[in-house]
């Protein structure tokens, strides 16, 4: 009897330079930067908020992993760099019990009630943003009411818009000037010199209004309050391979397209002028684009996988974001395709990794 020949399979991995630890404290610094930024022209309630949820999300980590005699693993950060990425996606001014309840609910309930990191199907972050939203509504939208993106919006449905179709101009007319702030000449000054020095090259010019984008004062979502510094740490992240480069690239590209051809419709401008400067430096696009749907814990692990989901997610976010006039837009886009990623991760396997006998 001819022996039967055991054949070995390995699921699909992710192969990144950086190990796990070595990725979670960078993801921890990209978004303590902003953080810390924001916590700048807020008497430090970003910060206030971001200790509550670490405390938390560190703290019931500690006691899932107590129980199993694996409590050192722990110090992998990725709890902290969890909950993080959650006070990036929260406003400036909620209040810090509600953040701390969303970082238990993002580890307890996300993360280990499905084995823990990697089994997960939704990225914590968003699984405690949609805990928070969904549980406290009212106290949610009382705490954007005079944010920009939730300014535009009401200016949409009260009729306002603009022969351009420049959010800009309607976030100004229906805020009298939300972007005036103590270091407004000193912004203009930089506008002066970006207009006279570099956009002049192309032809164009900064309109005014865009570079107060990098110092965000009032009440909005802290990503966009520390654009600057979320800046600096998406090209740390980038350059250390913290996750799949190109996705982030081809998220923003869909949408930026997409931004272009038809984002100036809802607010009353023409085919074709859409701001893509506002879409991507409002309502948390950088932390979609180079925290969220890059994440490889809780993305595809095939190519075509990642470039599916990548593509998916900017167009839910468009949509969201200017159909539907929802100020967190792309939070719910990626929440919405973290929901497919079984499915597509059922397809990977059953496509590369079933066992198959031979011919």
Not at 240 to 252: A, D, I, K, T
Not at 326 to 347: K, T, W
Request: proline residues 5%; contains cysteine.
């Amino acid at each position: 009897m001819a022996e039967k020949e055991i054949l070995w399979y390995q699921r699909a991995q992710i192969h990144l330079s950086r190990p796990t630890t070595g990725r979670m404290w960078l993801v921890s610094l990209c978004a303590g930067l902003a953080i810390f930024q924001s916590s700048l022209s807020d008497s430090f309630a970003s910060l206030l908020i971001a200790l509550s949820t670490v405390l938390a999300a560190v703290l019931t980590e500690f006691l899932f992993y107590f129980r199993t005699a694996k409590a050192g693993m722990v110090r992998d950060g990725s709890s902290i760099a969890s909950a993080l990425v959650l006070v990036l996606l929260l406003p400036n001014n909620i209040h810090p019990i509600y953040a701390l309840l969303g970082g238990i609910f993002a580890m307890a309930v996300v993360k280990h009630s499905f084995g823990g990191l990697g089994s997960n199907w939704m990225n914590p972050a968003i699984g405690g943003w949609l805990f928070i939203r969904c549980s406290w509504p009212e106290i949610f939208t009382k705490a954007l009411e005079l944010s920009p993106l939730a300014t535009v919006s009401a200016g949409i449905r009260q009729g306002l818009v603009d022969p351009s179709g420049s959010p800009i101009e309607i976030l100004n007319q229906a805020g009298a000037g939300y972007f005036s702030s103590p270091l407004a000449s000193l912004e203009r000054m930089i506008q002066s010199f970006l207009n006279s020095r570099i956009f002049s090259i192309t032809g164009s010019a900064l309109p005014e209004g865009y570079i107060e984008f990098f110092n965000a004062s009032g009440m909005g979502i802290i990503a966009d309050r520390g654009v600057f510094a979320l800046l600096l740490g998406t090209i740390i992240i980038t350059a250390s391979q913290v996750s799949r480069s190109w996705v982030p690239g081809v998220y923003l590209l869909v949408y930026g397209l997409l931004i272009r051809l038809f984002g100036a419709l809802p607010f009353g401008g023409p085919l074709g002028n859409g701001d893509i400067f506002f879409g991507f430096f409002s309502g948390g696009t950088l932390v979609a684009a180079f925290l969220l749907i890059a994440d490889p814990a809780t993305g595809p692990k095939s190519s075509w996988g990642a470039l599916l989901t990548a593509v998916g997610a900017g167009g839910f976010t468009f949509i969201f974001r200017y159909y539907g006039l929802e100020a967190y837009g792309a939070f719910f886009a990626i929440a919405l395709i973290n929901a497919l990623v079984p499915l597509i991760r059922d397809i990977e396997s059953r496509r590369f990794y079933e066992k198959r006998s031979n011919p």
